[in-house]
């Protein structure tokens, strides 16, 4: 049987129908007033899920795009950065900031290790002269299942001085960020991830005290200039021909995420990871990420059993039924396996992914108590 | 009645129901097989349409973003640029030079006008140390109507040695543009315009001799990276998240046109416009580009008749027949309006516009002969 698949990756996630039926949709003119009344409300959404009073620019792009659109808009060639690096995406911002020819530094940790606050603190107190201009960071590392506590970090960067820049990639809309009452100075986001719509979108908000800061970049890339994008969205405009039909489908898919409310959401996210987690190990299985307090709610990363390979598992997941879950990156290829939790993902979806990989792994001759996964996840989803 | 919108401006275009239906599937695993396999179509056919054997790079991102993408990867601080700016989209050439450091020199026209041959041939003679680094230059001016000579310009640029940078935004997959053959260094083209589905992607062809000049560039931008992407490209992949539902819908588009046939798809597009052309004048109103030599096939300026305004037959044509058509842009606003022919459309389509125009025109109180325009049309497409 085709066309059944359903996608427990970090990204793209699950769309809902009445999403696809928007996008489905003829083209609108982009200068046309139905769609400036649909940007207004798209423009208005935002600030409520990035919890911000900052206008949030809408780029035509992948998440990547709006890591670039921060830094470029930053950085000038000489400046002193320092990216948290927890995993591939941490790394990504100290490549864009080196492109940029920034003199970088990074704190970096083990693979499933999160950022301790107390070494940031000490990296920055030897920075006596303040001049590390920004500090990048990820809420939730995608290739590791591990989430650093913002609030925390944010805090220390703030006590110093620097600009905090945050990946929100795939935690804005799954998990807590308040962007103003943490401080946050720039945060970027994308759609196929918490915003429940295909990929293609990709979202930037920035503090005042950063729009200062880019003030005094001289060469801010044309495509992703903050001040040409953000006078468009002041005009509930864009600065250039966005991608209408995944706008259209944002629109529909912010209006079930007001209605659901993100405290509901975020609390759905973490009792579903939590629940998978759970069943997990009643499985047999050993988490990538063992300590609760950095797991990430979104994505959750798994050891395969000794003697069963991570191939063999993604591949009857797959072709027998119908379930994409993520390998690893990198070094990790082969290692881990990572299921999403993310976006429109819900509790009998998670029931459904962990009955198919105890089928997965019975079929390939792991040795644990068959059921024991589906009855974990239901006791601790009706505790 | 509502929902039966017909857009006739030059972008978004309209989009076959067949790609509708296939951009409205729940996404795929970028990483996945099948999707691999879709790329491996699309970048195939892509070059089909480019006519080319240079790998196109395909972008998340809007015409503009392409446009930065060309620039971005080839210019270093300093470097000396010749723009030829026929319109707005030939300004934004110079803009995006001007904003990576470059010194920016211009030839300009008068709107409506094509950019000499033999003025370019007078401008690079005098660059004897041949420090122009590279032209840019429009093929089809969406703000005006007005298509360059690309063949002979790109001649002139070659005899000189600079790179030519082409934006085909509104032209590829409409009027005839031969990479490979005419010489073309760098080309750029958009996803909502001759290529029938809606915005959102973005693509670039470099020749061989552009990509040598990559080499040397010292801050390519990282979202738009030659490098990085085009390495994807060969792997049939893509080297950031992209709009992978578009990408779905865009394999179905381009088997459309390869089932059309590129020299079909020309000629249609000739007639149309040229259908266009004669049925407006007939009906007493005159066009912006009076020159057929210049005039676009794929964008028509008109002038409204004396006493009548732009914004006053837009509306009519929105309201009552739910036609869209563009306004001219910055200086030209509501001197003129401009209706595309451009993508999927069909003679029927145009027989529609020319008789709503008709009727437009006829409630407005302008004077002409009822019905010269429809004749004049349907007279011309079967001569």
Redesign the interface.
Known sequence: MKDK?F?M?P??T??PERV??E??????????SEFSKILESVYSDLKYVFQTSNDVIV???????A??AAL?NLINEGDKVLCLAIGNFGQRWA??AE???AQVEKIEVEAGKAINPDELKAVLAKDVNKEIKLVTLTQNETSTGVTNDVKTLVSIIKEHGALSVVDGVTSIGAMDCKMDEWGIDVLVS?S?KGFMI???LAFLAASEKAWAVHKECK???????WTTNRKSVLENST????????ISGLKVALEMMKEEGLENIIARHTKLAKGLRAALKAMGLTLFVEDEAIASTSITAVLPPEGISVPDIRKIMKNDYDI?V?NGQNKLKDKIFRMGTLGFVSERDVITAVGALEATLYKLGHKFELGAGVATLIKYMNK
């Open positions: 698949t996608l990756i990204g793209p699950p769309v696809l039926l996008i489905a949709k003829h083209p609108m003119g982009h200068r046309s780029y035509t792009s992948s998440g990547t795009g890591m670039d470029s490549k864009i492109g940029l020819g994308g196929q295909p990929p293609g060469r801010p890339d044309f495509y992703f200039n600065a250039f021909t966005p991608a209408v039909n995944l994409v993520a």
